[in-house]
């Protein structure tokens, strides 16, 4: 027995000398979803992302994973594994088995854990490790994922997005300043749904991340004033990026190729979308959209292996990708009208696209005692987030999909070369032991 501690003890030394499981520092984290890189290439009116940039790490950007849509990349990101390894592949799935839906977290059953269990969340272990974590408006807080909720979810309410913003904020440093959580997680959707609305380039677009900029502000000023600086390290990033689209223009019409009654159930629109023909009619349903201009059709076993998709248990036998800015429907009839003020109706912004596509790229940030200062790093993917996490948070990862030499060298110095907490322990009880014996 104390053959197998030694061994153990051994183990965890040579894992922080190896990999990401040092630190032990409190942890901000916020996901602002489609968000492109680009977006703060020019800071000159945004103190807020200055004063980040200036003390912290920017990346020149994060590539989502595929599809670069939002569930799939909000999992990645807090699991660190490709979505055919996690399962959360599309914003509506289908379970065939089943036969339930996940309609983008909005129906019950996009509660089933059928949906959230193919992998463990970032805030699951810690919660499982007793180091409580606080949710504000994050996808999936509310759901029971391997038995376990976060100590706190809190659910959007009809307040302005900016000042939800600033509400939670406000409350997550005051619960990580008590000493009370170890992580707090916060969730913001206004850029992405301006970006949908009115497209990347739109004034309403630079207006959102004008207001966002005052929010990080006033996140500035608290985490001087509660004298956070030392203790606290704050991560943020997106899901994905976003393009400009010619919605009613550049659109494939399936009902041109196909008999829409061949097909047994159709799964999302746009950039991406999932088919299941009935079996007799598989073949020429491929053949017959195998034609159609400006668009991919794949079989599930012929998606490419970059794409880390085809894995997945709810993919379809038949998925179509898009070409960047074109947008798949069953007919022009059918798209669905979402008013964007201009009195159209029509979308101008969507993502989904192929990952590598550079309009899909997002952003990331981090700033902290654990990070370097006014440091520019260069890209990273969407996997590699987590490890990043769990290294500053003191969490030894479960395995994952991510890079930890592609973030590695984005820690300051104290925290790659002297990890505080677990070495010292184990060091001391390895000691301890081969003096007793
Ligand atoms: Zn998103
Ligand atoms: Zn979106």
Redesign the pocket.
Known sequence: MMAGLISTCAFIILCCLSGPCFGSRKLLVFLI??FRYDYIDELDNMPGFREIVDNGVKVDYITPEFPS??FP?YYSLMTGRHCEVHQMTGNYMWDQTSLKEFNIGTNPDSRLPTWWEGSEPLWVTMQKLKKDVYMYYWPGCDVTILGVRPAYCKQPESDKPEKRLTDAIEHALNALNRGQIAMATVYYENI?VEGHHHGPQSSQVKTAILNLDIALQTLNRKIEEKNLQEDLNVIMFS??GMTDIQWMEKVIELQLYINMSDIIKMMDRGPVVSLWPKPAKFESVYRNLSIARNMKVYKKPEIPQRFHYKGGKFVAALTLVADPGWFITESIAKLPYWQNGTGNGWQRGW?GYDNEFVDMRGFFLARGPDFRKNYKAAPIRTVDVYNLMCSVLGIQPLPNNGSWSRVEYMLSGAATQSPPFLLGTAASVLLALVLTF
């Open positions: 979803d489609g849509l939002s990349n992405d899901d994905h993502h």
